[in-house]
């Protein structure tokens, strides 16, 4: 990891663990079920913004494995769904400017990829990454369950937002990564990319002088830089023909770099393996987290 | 996974309301009398060598504003043939740069509630599909479908369009907006309907525990007198009920392991169309990932605007 990255983790993990999250808990009568409880969780990120999370919660005794299921690059964050909610604790945090988290930023799609991209101090991307990390933290915090082993998961800009979390905690027990989002590599920025990552290239068609802070401010969130930290084991998927998250060349070069990684190559584009992956991930998981 | 036996062998209990016709011959006069009053933005950041993009508004039903992005070829004067692309449940709609080389519009609608046509209809995700169910009257969808209906009007009143060579697709919600959309308006000269949702509702709502057919399923438990009001309601806004209407050439595309929109119930929308259909079935395939899915669109697509003959 350069030292800038090291740094920006650093100091942005030292303010988590000063700020309280100020976790509020409000069961969703309307959303729950006869075999889980839906929660919604209100609480702060390291600079204040109040966060949004779903999290359903198994009737019955726990403790419960935990699957933590990060949000991809989009105004809105699913309610809980999988089949393994009925046996798992399942947590879907939103991040700032998406849905339910809008109070203060309201996110463009297009547009959030690059709003503030001329500064590191005022990148929102980068606060995105410590809005996850707080999120996780707060599965700590909650009282509604007791807690197991752990697995976040998550696609596109998902992706990328599960594999730094596993860098960064070690509590992570397996990451399910599909296309990760190459936002801080350079080949991010190059023309002829598809949505979302074209997003970075149409700033610098409009700015080309800002090309080197653009730089700057996204560099501390490439996956490479945070790959070797990641202890848990990976399943990763790429497709390819994605042009718009992950590229393949990035994607492999990704999973060489992580200690154990299954990487699983794809005929698709940015869906990565589609449903063909789906049922793979979902025996991965329950294997990892001890669910049969 | 279903097979196509499973899908041939469905059968819906959705019927059609008697007024069904008067219902919508209703609302589309009510959106006659409200101006189309559009304004068009470039957006000179999202354009390329290929494309010029820009914000579009125009006013629908209930004098909503209600945007879109529109994106021109930048070579030739037209008119151009156009695609008007309509959105999926929870995602916003693209910026389509991909069929400026070809010569080709595509109008990109954010229906209300969507971020940019949110300021005065915002009920979320999950809720939209709930929102105002207990009438045909105030239920959401009256106010999507109608501003999917001038979309089309924005392009069919554009001098740069050629009116005669416009067309439709989407996905998911996309996909089922892309049925009852053809249904209400002509304009619209061919479509491919992805996944199609809103269809066969009181089916749909109980065959999986997945969003957001599910949020049918937590009302109905919220209020368990209302049931037989809400399946009224929705009988108005289902795509079975539209699919006969529709005059021009349609394909439903369906993934045969879909666990959000069940493969039975868009079966049922593409068994009712009357008019020249194509089936294209995905077995192996989950909800919106098809690998072959956008291939098969775009060269359907081609074919129907007559830039390509398909399998050339």
């Known amino acids: ?292 | 996974m279903a097979t196509q036996q499973d899908l041939e062998a469905f059968s819906t209990q959705v019927t059609c309301p008697d007024d069904f016709d008067d219902f919508w011959s209703g609302t589309l006069e009510m959106l006659s009398g409200i101006s189309l009053k559009s304004v068009i933005t470039a957006e000179p950041i999202r354009s390329n060598d290929d494309v010029h993009v820009f914000h579009v508004t125009f006013l629908s039903l209930g004098g909503l504003e209600i945007s879109a992005w529109y994106s021109l070829p930048t070579k030739g004067d037209g008119p151009f043939p156009a695609i008007v692309n309509f959105p999926g449940y929870k995602s916003e709609p693209p910026v389509r740069r991909d069929w400026g080389k070809k010569g080709v519009a595509v109008l990109s609608v954010a229906v209300r509630g969507k971020l940019m046509s949110s300021s005065e209809f915002n009920p979320g995700y999950p809720g939209l599909l709930t929102a105002g169910l207990e009438s045909k009257e105030n239920y959401g969808y009256r106010g999507v479908i109608s501003d999917c209906v001038r979309a089309v009007d924005f392009l069919h009143s554009r001098p740069e369009i050629d009116p005669e060579r416009i067309y439709a697709c989407g996905s998911s919600q996309g996909g089922g907006l892309t049925l009852i959309t053809a249904a209400l308006r002509p304009e619209i000269k061919g479509g491919v309907a992805g996944y199609p949702f809103l269809c066969c509702y009181p089916e749909a709502m109980t065959m999986f525990q997945s969003y957001p057919y599910d949020e049918l399923a937590c009302y109905a438990r919220a209020y368990p007198g209302d049931e037989e009001q809400t399946l009224e309601t929705l009988r108005y806004f289902d795509a079975v009920n539209f699919a006969p209407r529709i005059k021009c050439p349609m394909v439903v595309g369906i993934a045969l392991d879909d666990e959000v929109c069940p493969p039975e119930t868009s079966y049922a929308a593409y068994d009712a169309l009357t008019a020249h259909k194509e089936l294209w079935l995905f077995p192996n395939s989950g909800h919106g990932n098809a690998h072959d899915y956008p291939g098969q669109e775009r060269a359907w697509l081609e074919n129907q605007i007559g830039l390509t003959v398909v399998g050339s």
């Open chain 1, 1 to 292: 990891m350069s030292i800038s990255a090291d740094r920006f983790w650093r100091e942005n993990e030292a303010v988590l663990a000063e700020v309280m999250p100020q976790l509020q808990v409000q069961r969703d009568d309307f959303y729950s079920q006869p075999d889980w409880d839906v929660y919604q969780l209100h609480y702060t990120s390291a600079d204040g913004i109040w966060l949004f999370s779903w999290l359903s919660v198994p009737k019955g005794d726990g403790p419960f494995p935990v699957i933590v299921r990060m949000p991809d690059y989009g105004s809105v964050h699913d309610i809980v769904y999988t089949s393994l909610r009925d046996r798992a604790v399942v947590m879907n945090p939103t991040y700032r400017g998406q849905r339910r988290s809008d109070h203060s930023i309201q996110a463009k799609y297009p547009g959030l990829l690059t709003e503030g991209i001329g500064d590191p101090g005022s990148y929102v991307m980068r606060r995105v990454f410590v809005d996850v990390l707080r999120a996780v933290d707060v599965i700590y915090e909650q009282n509604l369950a007791q807690i197991g082993k752990m697995a976040v998961i998550g696609a596109g800009l998902g992706g990328s937002l599960a594999l730094a979390v596993a860098a960064r905690r070690g509590v992570v027990d397996a990451v399910a990564a599909n296309t990760p989002m190459a936002l801080g590599n350079p080949l991010a920025f190059e023309p002829g990319l598809a949505y979302p990552l074209a997003e970075l290239n149409d700033y610098l068609r409009m700015y080309p002088d800002q090309r080197d802070a653009a730089a700057q401010s996204t560099a501390d969130l490439d996956p490479l830089n945070m790959a070797s930290q990641i202890i848990a084991p990976v399943l990763l998927s790429v497709g390819i023909n994605d042009n718009g998250s992950c590229p393949l060349a990035f994607g492999e070069e990704l999973a060489s770099l992580i200690h154990q990684c299954d990487l699983r190559v794809y005929h698709g584009a940015s869906e990565g393996g589609g449903h063909e992956h789906a049922q793979i991930q979902m025996s991965w998981l329950s294997d990892k987290l001890g669910l049969g």
